[in-house]
């Protein structure tokens, strides 16, 4: 037992000196490959600056010169041009000579050594001894920024236009009837009706149309007394005194009016006329043209001013009750046009306008309900449909700039114009409505 454990020892030692040996040797081969890298660098470097040339470098790698642009071999990012007027610390940006450090959104702040500015919480930016002299002729908080700084960070500029700025609201609606064209119809007297002749909810009914025939005591009298005061009229306006035949005719007026306000046609005066006797029943016709929404007129049914017999629908023309977020609200206008789609009715639009916008915002969804007058032709348009609702918005041609170019403090608004050399100046600007990507410039920008 004593000799096998002094085998496995031997062995177990021999395995970690193979390994340790293995490691060793990939160090070496290693540190070799990293020195010839180094030299060859160096090299193709010396080889660059003895040439006259142009010279071209790596931000990242500032130690390898090419006499031609391309990729840096090591990290493959591309070359910079080298300016002869350059200052040498900009290629080695290691050996400048920090001044302090600043809050690039409140200039007035600097420090000794880097850290956070205590108003933003940003990161102090660092301003270097050959900046400090350049940027004395720009405005407070001005920086600058090398060539190889903005590739590394991936700087973008851009020049502030007035471009044609357009958006569009895209929200969901619900169809329903037009309020002012829904017409209630009560009898103005109290009586039975006779006969039905719209008998079943939904049905279309045209103006003019009879509706029920109503049989009323109050309405047989009125319509006697019509008849005594059209006799009246045909005997005394033959008298000599003029007050005689005044009274008759006033009289005569009278007892039409009271029939006409009570909805009897002039048709059905005139049959009274003819006959020279009273109708038992009298129609009531459709007052207006629609569909039937409710109807509660059956035969024998007594009914008083109070009963509604029926409520019809125009729908001619519908609302559309659709939700806008509140953000969008300002952007909404009364008259402005609207586009109605259906998703089946491909290719099929419909233009209306808003008419209302309601004063209230809903306490959970956070939206503003808008209201749409469209016309309906063919009636597609039906009640309870939802529909897709689309508003432009056009803001016509307006100063802009990029959404990422403001720097948003919550109290104030910040972009940076470039200048040349590489310095940034921070702008104030005020802004205007956010389209899209782009926010309009009020103040603080020009075109160019």
């Not at 030692?13 to 990293?34: E, N, P, Q, T």
């Not at 006697?224 to 005689?244: N, P």
């Not at 402005?336 to 209302?356: A, C, D, E, H, S």
């Amino acid at each position: 037992m004593e000799k096998k454990r002094m085998r496995d020892d031997r062995r177990g030692l021999s395995r970690y000196i193979v390994v340790l040996l293995l490691v060793i040797g990939a160090g070496v081969v290693g540190y070799s490959f990293r020195q010839e890298v180094k030299k060859t660098l160096f090299k193709l470097g010396d080889r660059a600056q003895e040439s006259p040339q142009e010279v071209y470098y790596c931000p990242m790698h500032p130690q390898y010169r090419s006499d031609r642009p391309g990729e840096c071999p090591v990290c493959n990012m591309a070359l910079v041009k080298l300016d002869p007027a350059q200052p040498a610390s900009e290629a080695a940006p290691s050996e400048r000579r920090i001044l302090y450090w600043q809050d690039p959104m409140h200039p007035d702040y600097k420090s000794d050594k880097p850290g956070k500015a205590p108003d933003c919480g940003m990161d102090l930016v660092p301003v270097y001894a050959d900046e400090a002299t350049s940027a004395g002729s720009f405005p407070p908080g001005t920086v600058r920024i090398s060539p190889q700084k903005q590739q590394l960070i991936g700087i973008t500029t851009g020049e502030v236009a007035t471009v044609p700025l357009a958006q569009t609201i895209r929200t969901v609606g619900k169809v329903t009837y037009d309020e002012t064209r829904i017409t209630r119809i009560h009898p103005k007297i109290e009586g039975w009706i006779e006969k039905v002749f719209v008998d079943y909810t939904g049905k279309f009914v045209r103006k003019g149309e009879p509706l029920v025939s109503l049989y009323s005591p109050e309405l047989v009298a009125t319509q006697q007394e019509y008849l005594l005061a059209l006799r009246a009229r045909a005997y005394l306006g033959r008298s000599s005194v003029r007050e005689i035949v005044e009274n008759s005719l006033s009289l005569h007026e009278a007892s039409k009016k009271r029939l006409l306000l009570w909805d009897i046609s002039e048709e059905e005066i005139r049959e009274i006329e003819r006959r020279g006797e009273p109708l038992k029943a009298l129609t009531i016709y459709a007052p207006s043209e629609g569909y039937v929404l409710s109807r509660n007129a059956y035969e024998r049914q007594r009914v008083t001013p109070e009963t509604e017999l029926y409520t019809i629908a125009d729908l001619s023309t519908v609302w559309v009750l659709a939700d806008i977020y509140e953000y969008e609200a300002p952007m909404v206008k009364i008259g402005q046009t609207g586009v109605l789609t259906l998703p089946y009715y491909p290719g099929k639009t419909f233009r209306g306008t808003v008419t209302y916008i309601y004063p209230q915002v809903d306490n959970v969804t956070r939206t503003v309900k808008i209201r749409l007058e469209f016309p309906n032709p063919g009636l597609l348009l039906k009640p309870d449909m939802y529909v897709n609702v689309e508003l432009r918005v056009d803001y016509g041609r307006r100063v802009a700039v990029p959404e990422e170019a403001v720097l948003d403090s919550g109290e104030k608004q910040i972009v940076f114009v470039a200048h040349e050399g590489g310095y940034f100046e921070p702008r104030r600007v005020t802004l205007g409505q956010k389209v899209g990507n782009f926010f309009i410039v009020l103040d603080g920008l020009k075109p160019g």
